[in-house]
């Protein structure tokens, strides 16, 4: 009776499946808002400075998110991007990725308008640490490989160790060749964020975009994860998006957003003498 019992499951089974595949199809059949234009060209290499050009941007037409947005950042510098909650930071730095184009205005990437440009060669030139990290239900060693085909394994193993990795690596089952579950699941907080480290370090990009990396870690994997950001940023184009305002105080320049604007772009040492929204977050988080 038993296996009369499970042949009658098979339908059922089978037309679950359809239902989930459907969904899974329309998911992949989605077309891409942002393609490539006609024409568009391949950037060469980054040489100089990214530009916001009275940028603007609206989810839905009539709710802008951002309005008349300009700054610059030089080769070489770091840029912060503060602000309270909802301000636009994220969506500022999606808008270099590409992940959407601006509706007003446009960034440039020495000179060329981002939309002119392949998808492509533009992403190829960042690299893009979050707090939320995409790892694989894969090795190690395939993960912080990601992005960069063709790495061997002495490649892989010096980006784990600049990204102080590399201990905790090596205390796994298998080392570099541990599967870490989907999501990274068999790791802590902290050793995801590194082994995105490693893998921002081993593509070597020439422009970082950071969203704040160590907001949701204990005492200890912050100072890690901090310390590993640090040897990332050396001698690469930063813009970061900065909770913890403590991590910028050395930016080269903190632009303070509020309300999708622009409200005041200085040092940390400058804002600080001004009244104003970067004093009050500083004050916030240090009133002790």
Do not use: C, W
């Amino acid at each position: 009776i038993s296996p009369i019992k499970s042949l009658s499951e098979v339908n059922s089974n089978v037309q679950q499946g359809v239902a989930a595949a459907s969904r899974v199809f329309e998911v992949l059949d989605t077309a891409p808002d942002v393609v490539d234009r006609p024409g568009a060209i391949a950037l060469p290499g980054f040489h100089s400075r990214v530009v916001y050009e009275d940028v603007g941007f609206a989810y839905e037409t009539d709710r802008p998110v951002l309005s008349h947005i300009s700054f610059e950042v030089r080769r070489g510098e770091v840029v912060a991007l503060v602000g309270s909650s909802g301000a636009g930071k994220s969506t500022t730095v999606d808008l270099l990725a590409r992940f959407y184009d601006p509706t007003a205005g446009r960034v440039t990437l020495d000179g060329i308008d981002l939309r002119e440009a392949t998808v492509a060669s533009l992403r190829a030139q960042l690299g893009i640490v979050t707090q939320e990290i995409i790892l694989f239900h894969d090795t190690v060693g395939h993960n912080i490989a990601y992005g960069s085909p063709g790495a061997d394994a002495a490649a892989v193993r010096e980006a784990a160790r600049a990204a102080h990795a590399l201990a905790f690596i090596e205390r796994l089952p298998l080392g570099f060749d541990t599967v870490i579950g989907e999501r990274g699941t068999k790791l802590s907080g902290g050793e995801r964020q590194r082994l995105a480290i490693a893998r921002a370090l081993l593509r070597n990009p020439p422009i970082l975009l950071l969203d704040e990396a160590t907001s949701s870690l204990d005492t200890e994997s912050e100072r890690l994860v901090q310390d590993a950001l640090e040897r990332l940023m050396q001698d690469r184009t930063v813009l970061v998006i900065a909770h913890r305002l403590s991590t910028v105080q050395h930016a080269n320049r903190i632009v303070v957003l509020e309300g999708g604007r622009i409200a005041a772009v200085g040092t940390h040492a400058e804002l600080l003498e001004r009244e104003g929204q970067y004093r009050r977050l500083y004050d916030l988080q240090f009133a002790d």
